[in-house]
């Protein structure tokens, strides 16, 4: 929430009443991520358009915004498949920026929500981002980690093996902390950003349950194995013992500076070991783990439907794209299945015509 207020200083003052407007259908961190992308959207008209060239992103008005038309939002399309991002640092370091299709895709999405409020909010005559066609998005083969990787990643947490000093000395100080947030990817699919989002309090292992706070700010209630409550209770054990800085004392997962851990520490953390169980998958990530639960409970019950609520898809098509090549296996288990009658071979000659 603050991010997003020091963001919002940045933006035209309309911004503050579109964030304002979907508070109540979308968390903190989707409306974060809009921000910065209406931030880039903005710093480009103002940068490459010459239409903006008199103003700054914080001075936009109104009568600015009525002249963004579908050729503005084609040239940041282009714009985004490359561009140069200057560095905060005191020596003025620039690094080259690239997009795929998702990755424009989502910037896009963001767009597009903005201007459909300016329209019906009759801000502006038109939404001029629904004119621009978006990039084709190739469906990518689903990755996850079979059962050997999964037990290899999780036998090089405990000994160590295959990491260097540095690693192990911090592997020795966080072991309790990473199993329990491996186990919890593997055993439950959370996401990325619900787990961060944990308190203490979300736990009830009278149930084997907890409290996550879901895409769009919904709360639902997972389900977890006495294997992960093991895990979870053995770091929980370390955790109640650890001193938080203030703001961050109800967090489940601390960081060594004792803050409530990023998503962007536990992503490094989980490519790390995952690539010691998955040599040849170096893309693993924990959305992968989450994937890896995903085929997993849909092996086990052949309920895209459960599947689909457990982690938290709004549409089961979304579900069904993922996980539909898993049912090669029983189609491969029901060609076994059929018998056949044997043709017998006629050995009698045919008669001469």
Do not use: W
Not at 33 to 46: G, I, K, T, V
Not at 173 to 184: E, H, Q, S, T, Y
Not at 223 to 232: D, G, H, I, P, T
């Amino acid at each position: 929430m603050e991010k997003l207020r020091q963001l919002q200083l940045e933006l035209p003052s309309v911004c503050t009443d579109y964030f304002r407007a979907i508070a109540q259908s979308t968390s903190a961190l989707t409306r974060q991520a809009y921000a910065y992308d209406l931030r880039l959207f903005f710093r480009y008209l103002c940068a490459e358009e010459s239409d903006f060239a008199d103003t700054e992103p914080r001075l936009m008005t109104k009568d600015h915004l009525t002249r963004v038309n579908a050729r503005h939002i084609g040239g940041f399309q282009d714009y985004l498949q490359m561009y140069v991002k200057n560095g905060v640092d005191e020596e003025h370091t620039q690094a080259v920026i690239t997009n795929q299709a998702l990755g424009i895709m989502r910037k896009l999405s963001s767009l597009r929500s903005f201007f459909d409020y300016l329209f019906k909010n009759e801000l502006i005559p038109a939404n001029v981002a629904a004119l621009v066609a978006m990039p084709k998005r190739h469906q990518k083969p689903i990755l996850y980690m079979e059962k050997e990787e999964v037990e290899r990643m999780l036998q090089a947490m405990m000994s160590g093996k295959g990491l260097n000093d540095r690693e192990r000395k911090f592997l020795d100080i966080n072991r309790k902390r990473d199993i329990a947030i491996v186990m919890m990817f593997l055993g439950t699919g959370i996401r990325v950003s619900e787990l961060v989002g944990l308190d203490i309090d979300h736990v009830d292992f009278r149930n084997n349950s907890f409290l996550v706070t879901r895409k769009g700010g919904d709360q639902t209630i997972l389900y977890f194995s006495e294997m992960v409550a093991e895990y979870l209770q053995d770091y929980l054990q370390q955790r109640l013992e650890s001193q938080p800085l203030e703001g961050h004392e109800h967090a489940l997962f601390l960081s060594l500076q004792r803050r409530r851990i990023s998503q962007r520490a536990v992503e490094k953390m989980v490519k790390k070991y995952a690539v010691l169980g998955a040599p040849l998958k170096p893309r693993l990530s924990p959305h992968k783990l989450r994937s890896t639960f995903g085929t997993n409970l849909y092996r086990a019950t052949g309920d895209i439907y459960l599947v689909a609520d457990t982690l938290g898809h709004a549409d089961v098509n979304t579900t069904r794209r993922h996980y539909a090549a898993m049912s090669d296996d029983k189609r491969r288990e029901a060609a076994k299945r059929i018998e056949l009658p044997n043709i017998q071979e006629n050995t009698e000659e045919m008669p001469e015509q």
